[in-house]
């Protein structure tokens, strides 16, 4: 079933519910109404009765009595007489329950003969023949009669229950044309409310078969609005989600490729010089070349392993983090770097203000140690290749930056991807694979760090790398 069916069908149940209970409750309670009325009057007219008769009774001298039974229902017969009804019956019993005088034929009311008493009168409802009748019954006093007789009056009151019929009947016939109505306004209103439920369902296939771009349209602030946001949110992260996902696949693939090429590179010219040597006669001199080559690819071979080594030890270990001297830090780096930047003919100079550095000591060496590395690769003989730290403002600064061929802006954003090289023949031949920055990255990101890439082309490179303040 439809939510707007569930929606409007509810609305029928309450409302039918409400109608049916709050038409019963009034109809009863005017039903009850009347009927204390017809009993108030039943008790009104039997003592009307028996006050007339005890009057009368008491007010005649008791020699005219000597026939008592006759003589009472003359009297009973008389009054009855002055005030007679159609709709009311009159009996007078004696204390041996035999009728004295009766205009109806009705028996004897045992129950209420016996409750009864002198201070207190009793009534009985009952039905006979399909009509309801009240039966009200008190007990005359009369001085000179030894024993005490009751006078029953009974009243047809199966108007009252017929009204009360007729009531339900109206009242069912209006709830029927009320319902009616009701429920061409209620599955009117059940659909309009539930047009967002349905707007959003169809969003949400929309989404599911790929588009992307569907949203909702969020027109109130009710809880169907709050659902409508909470979709588009959703929405809005699961797309960033799969775009994100979409792009780590995309350089997984471009990662596969670039790392199936530069394996195969080295591959080839070693396995092509090995070849060489091993089937063809060669000269001092042709062998010393090949074997030149064979070594050159099988260094750079090993650089590519060790690159691919730290990245998956910094995905899978858990480091312990420690506050470093940055000054001794710094000396030690240099210290690491300087002998490779000589041999290049390259001059590599420090400068070190007191600070502290919160980070795991050999993943931050490897760090620094590549920067000075690409400065180096990037580096004519005779250049400059600085590392210096000081306090800035947001926490410990530490500066790599070079003189050399600078790096296009067009490629800065590139520099962090696997194999990514600016310049690729030069890379190559100096032994470069194309993971340094990545693994720059990552160590960056791993100490929180934040770092700011600078360079011009023809100027040089400068990398600065901010450790933030703890607490």
């Not at 006050?51 to 020699?63: A, G, H, K, M, Q």
């Not at 039974?69 to 009804?85: C, F, H, P, T, Y």
């Not at 003969?113 to 008190?138: A, C, P, Q, W």
């Not at 109130?220 to 699961?238: P, V, Y």
């Amino acid at each position: 079933m439809k939510f707007y069916g569930k929606v409007f069908f509810s609305m029928i149940i309450l409302i039918s519910l409400s109608f049916g209970v709050f038409g019963t409750l009034m109809i009863q309670i005017s039903f009850q109404s009347a009927l204390d009325r017809e009993i108030e009057m039943g008790k009104i007219e039997n003592q009307m009765l028996k006050l007339t008769f005890e009057t009368t009774v008491n007010s005649i001298p008791e020699v005219y009595f000597e026939k008592q039974n006759d003589r009472l229902s003359e009297v009973a017969q008389s009054i009855k007489g002055r005030v007679d009804s159609k709709e009311s019956r009159m009996a007078l019993i004696d204390e041996n329950r035999t009728l004295i005088y009766s205009d109806m034929d009705m028996p004897i009311d045992d129950v209420l003969f016996d409750e009864i008493t002198l201070e207190k009168s009793g009534y009985h409802i009952y039905t006979r023949n399909d009509r309801y009748y009240l039966n009200v019954m008190s007990v005359i006093n009369i001085s000179f009669l030894p024993s005490k007789m009751r006078m029953e009056t009974i009243t047809d009151i199966t108007q009252v229950y017929v009204e009360r019929n007729q009531m339900f009947h109206t009242y069912r016939m209006i709830i029927l044309i009320v319902l009616g109505c009701v429920a061409v306004v209620a599955l009117a209103i059940s659909y309009f409310l539930t047009r967002s439920v349905r707007q959003l369902s169809k969003m949400a296939r929309s989404f599911a078969k790929g588009n992307m771009e569907a949203r909702s349209l969020v027109k109130s602030q009710d809880e169907i609005g709050t659902l409508a946001r909470d979709f588009n949110e959703m929405a809005d992260k699961l797309s960033d989600r799969m775009l994100s996902l979409e792009g780590q696949a995309k350089r997984q693939e471009d990662f596969t490729s670039a790392f199936a090429h530069e394996l195969k590179t080295p591959l080839t010219s070693i396995i092509g010089y090995a070849d060489m040597i091993r089937s063809m006669e060669l000269s001092e001199e042709e062998r010393i070349k090949a074997a030149g080559y064979i070594y050159s690819q099988g260094k750079r071979l090993e650089a590519l392993s060790f690159k691919l080594l730290e990245l998956l030890v910094m995905k899978k270990q858990d480091f312990e983090f420690v506050n470093l001297d940055a000054h001794y830090f710094i000396q030690t780096v240099f210290d690491l770097a300087e002998v490779g930047v000589l041999e290049k003919g390259l001059v590599l100079k420090m400068k070190a203000e007191p600070g502290k550095v919160y980070g795991e000591k050999d993943l931050l060496i490897s760090l620094f140690a590549n920067l000075i590395d690409n400065s180096k690769k990037a580096s004519d003989a005779g250049e400059v290749i600085w590392i210096e730290g000081k306090e800035g403002k947001e926490g410990y600064e530490i500066t790599v930056r070079d003189e050399g061929r600078g790096i296009p802006e067009e490629e800065l954003g590139k520099i962090t991807d696997a194999f990514y090289m600016v310049d690729k023949s030069r890379s190559r031949k100096e032994g470069g694979a194309g993971l340094g920055m990545t693994l720059c990255s990552q160590i960056i990101r791993l100490h929180n760090a934040k770092w700011k890439i600078e360079s011009r082309v023809g100027e040089g490179t400068s990398i600065m790398v901010t450790f933030l303040r703890r607490g």
